[in-house]
Nanobody, 123 residues
Framework: VQLQASGGGLVQAGDSLRLSCTTS????????MGWFRQAPGKEREFVAA????????MYADSAKGRFTISRDNAKNTVYLQMNSLKPEDMAVYYC?????????????????WGRGTQVTVSS
């Protein structure tokens, strides 16, 4: 299974970005998906997750109210809409496919990871 994340870029504080993650196989539609991020010098951290059918979502406290995770199984794609971006959101964002039907805050629940896409937020 290959995951390809895209949509990162350089934006100003307050701007929005939409990240996309496409899986190589349709079997990904049976699995939960998640977004994580890693800033320079920091550990990778959970951002958002979604269950296989989109019926359940979860967010890190830092993402609540600003980020929205969604998925389109017909397109094998998961999205992360990020609004009101802050400089502290700057990181490499990774998408991951869960081993299970649900999403998880625990990175150990994920079997496959994409390469990541850089998000840079200037103040």
């Amino acid at each position: 299974v290959q995951l390809q994340a895209s949509g990162g870029g350089l934006v100003q504080a307050g701007d929005s970005l939409r990240l996309s993650c496409t899986t190589s196989r349709r079997t990904g539609s049976n699995n939960g998906m998640g977004w994580f991020r890693q800033a320079p010098g920091k550990e990778r951290e959970f951002v958002a997750a979604i269950s296989w059918n989109g019926g359940s979502v979860m967010y890190a406290d830092s993402a609540k109210g600003r980020f929205t995770i969604s998925r389109d199984n017909a397109k094998n794609t998961v999205y992360l809409q990020m609004n009101s971006l802050k400089p502290e959101d700057m990181a490499v964002y990774y998408c991951a496919q869960s081993r299970y039907a649900s999403g998880s805050m625990d990175s150990r629940a994920y079997a496959y990871w994409g390469r990541g896409t850089q998000v840079t937020v200037s103040s």
